[in-house]
């Protein structure tokens, strides 16, 4: 009788795993198995112990140990796992973010007359007037093109033609390190090249040109990719 109730308990447990699993989406879902795995493997383990089939039982459970603390150590250094996945690109006068999840951006004013400032506090009038200052740093200048085309799409057509003809100038990218390159794809030191791939792959899909995005930053997340697997 008493292994129906275990039984029954470990149905009780794999669909409440399983309702769960329905509101969650790939990277969630995946990251959820990882964790569950063990847990299932951990309470078969103990049913097979408590009903007398201890050698295999014990077996079970240590495997689960083992499974748990390495899902564990792979939640914790995996980019976003605390609900934070961002690409950041930094030049002298600009830090951007751009959130993987959601796609928006945003940055930070890092020297100017607006340093201190968020690019999303700043008024269209004020994001011109930055465009302006910036224009002597072509590299910044081509972060805040990619922020103004997302929130600004017809910004352009706001813009003294000649400024804009000066401004269309895309500048060579200075040199990246490897940190550097981490932060742009969003990823932890040390990560896999699959996870390089990844990354790049889905931030590519946010910021191609050919999909609207910038010429600058694709080429900056292509130089990360390029700098991070030379290591693989």
């Known amino acids: 009788m008493t292994i129906f109730v275990y039984l ?12 769960a699993l ?4 790939a990277r969630q879902i995946a990251s959820a198995l990882r964790m569950a795995m063990p847990i299932v493997l951990g309470v078969v383990g103990l049913v097979l112990t408590i009903t007398g089939r201890g050698a295999i039982g014990l077996g079970l459970m240590s495997l689960a140990l083992a499974m748990f603390a390495r ?5 914790r ?3 976003g796992s605390q609900g934070e ?6 030049t002298a006068a600009l830090e951007m973010e751009l959130d993987l999840d959601t796609g928006e951006m945003n940055g930070l004013i890092l020297a100017g007359h607006y340093e201190g400032q968020m690019l999303g506090d700043m008024k269209k009038e004020d994001l011109y007037a930055l465009l302006r200052e910036l224009e002597p740093d072509p590299e910044s200048v081509q972060v805040l093109e990619a922020y ?19 401004l269309r100038t895309a500048p060579a990218s200075g040199s990246m390190t490897k940190e550097e ?10 990560a896999s090249e699959s996870e390089i791939r990844e990354a790049h792959r889905s931030l590519m899909k946010r910021v191609h040109p050919d ?3 910038s010429v600058f930053l694709a080429a900056r997340i292509n130089e990360a990719k390029d700098i991070l697997l030379r290591r693989h």
């Open 8 to 19: 029954a308990l470990f149905a009780l447990l794999a669909s409440g795993v399983a309702v």
């Open 22 to 25: 329905l509101r969650l989406d």
């Open 71 to 75: 899902a564990r150590r792979r939640v």
């Open 77 to 79: 250094t995996t980019p």
């Open 85 to 90: 996945r961002k690409s950041r690109v930094r």
């Open 148 to 166: 103004l085309d997302r929130r600004e799409p017809t910004w352009r057509d706001d813009l003294d033609p000649d400024m804009d003809e000066r």
């Open 181 to 190: 390159a981490y932060e742009v794809l969003g990823l932890s030191v040390g």
């Open 211 to 213: 999909a609207g995005g």
